[in-house]
């Protein structure tokens, strides 16, 4: 049977150059790099290479990046530490509607505890106004997040506008740019961020690695306490291999980006224009032209979503129905909501990730296979 991947925002097969590369660090080369003998140098200098390469990927100082254990540890410890070291300027927080549950649960757990909360709204097509942004800030704001992409519908937030508008106003902006590294430039400085996240599995890389970028100067008290590592900023021994993977996925990602993206927006316009032809009663969810090139969300109305991804896994297609979090709930995706859909709508929706390997026939295979998937749900459905 065929086996076609089209998951990619949920994570990413990892590069065989990657695995290559990760290989000596899990066997012979088990230094630990805080040591300052021959072993423990030969970890630290690749681990330096490592952060080289992911500093080079987001036009930061090597300084500025320190390692996670990925995407969700980077987003927690960027509000959590903006907040609890600028407890006396305010408490204020703004951040979107349509984040990654890994800033809007830290957010709202810091709502609990004592934080203002701003959750800005998004329009049809998943945007925050920066208008909004700009009527948000009060005196006490001391930390704004917004994504650079989104997850589920791939739409760009306006970021580098929000930059601006918290440079303005001194307050520091985060950007959880997970989706967007390796898929679209991602520059610290162009953004005008002062922190930001990026994961290595949505690139390719090892899974439960990634970084943090704190820009010099910006107030940050460390989610965990314990030894000097990563300057203080993330105790813990560095986890050398999946730092090692995370370095040679990003030099790659890099060196392909600009013909991937060319290569995945075509297959994403190619399976959109065959399912417009093929089916009736779709709508595509999310910014039409400001979007990630690898990114299809489509809901199809009274065809059951879960429904759906079941029956294309079965004819070997791998794709989701909202954000990998949500899966297996019953809840809508919070995104789907944010941009109107309404409920049942949302939970109607199929998110086509693509990558790297994909081909045209794999497009040409799912574009075979889903209408009479579709027809068949809209038979058993009571809502047709
Ligand atoms: C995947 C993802 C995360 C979480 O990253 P992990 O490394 O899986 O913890 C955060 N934000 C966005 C936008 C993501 O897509």
Request: aromatic share 6%; net charge negative.
């Amino acid at each position: 049977m065929r086996s076609i991947y089209l998951d990619h925002n949920a994570t990413t097969p990892t590069r065989p150059e990657v695995v290559q590369a990760m290989l000596p660090f899990l066997g012979p080369v088990y230094g630990n790099a805080s040591s300052i003998h021959a072993f423990g140098r030969e970890a630290r200098v690749a681990v330096e290479e490592a952060r080289d390469a992911v500093a080079v990927g987001i036009g930061a100082d090597p300084a500025e990046v320190f390692f996670t254990s990925g995407g969700t540890e980077s987003d927690n410890a960027a509000l959590t530490g903006v907040v609890r070291s600028s407890s006396g300027r305010g408490n204020h927080i703004i951040t979107s509607a349509v984040e990654h549950h890994a800033v809007l649960h830290t957010a709202r757990f810091l709502a609990q505890s004592g934080c203002r909360l701003t959750v800005l709204p998004v329009d049809a097509h998943g945007q925050v106004d920066p208008d909004d942004v700009r009527r948000a800030f009060s005196d006490d704001t001391v930390l704004i997040s917004v994504m650079h992409a989104n997850n589920e519908i791939g739409t760009l937030q306006p970021v580098a506008q929000i930059g601006a508008l918290a440079r303005e106003r001194g307050v520091p902006f985060h950007v959880d740019a997970v989706q967007a590294f390796g898929k679209i430039d991602v520059n610290v400085d162009a953004l005008g961020c002062d922190l930001l996240s990026v994961s290595a599995h949505k690139i390719h890389g090892p899974k439960g690695v990634g970084a943090l970028y704190i820009r010099r100067g910006t107030p940050f008290s460390p989610l965990l306490h314990g030894g000097s590592h990563e300057a203080g900023r993330r105790p813990g021994t560095e986890n050398v291999p999946g730092i090692v993977g995370f370095g040679k996925a990003t030099e790659w990602v890099l060196r392909e980006r600009v013909d991937q993206a060319i290569h995945l927006n075509a297959l994403t316009g190619a399976l959109w224009v065959g399912l417009c032809d093929r089916i009736d009663r779709i709508r595509r969810n999310g910014h039409p032209v400001e979007r990630l090139p690898n990114t299809l969300n489509v809901s199809f109305y009274a065809a059951e979503g879960e429904s759906l991804i079941l029956s294309l896994d079965l004819e070997g297609v791998a794709a989701s129905s909202g954000s990998a979090c949500t899966s297996g709930t019953e809840e809508p995706s919070h995104v789907l909501m944010e941009i109107g859909l309404d409920p049942r709508l949302a939970q109607s929706s199929v998110r086509f990730s693509f990558g790297r390997d994909n081909t045209m026939e794999d497009v040409d295979y799912v574009l075979e296979i889903l209408p009479s998937i579709v027809q068949r749900l809209r038979d058993m459905s009571v809502l047709v």
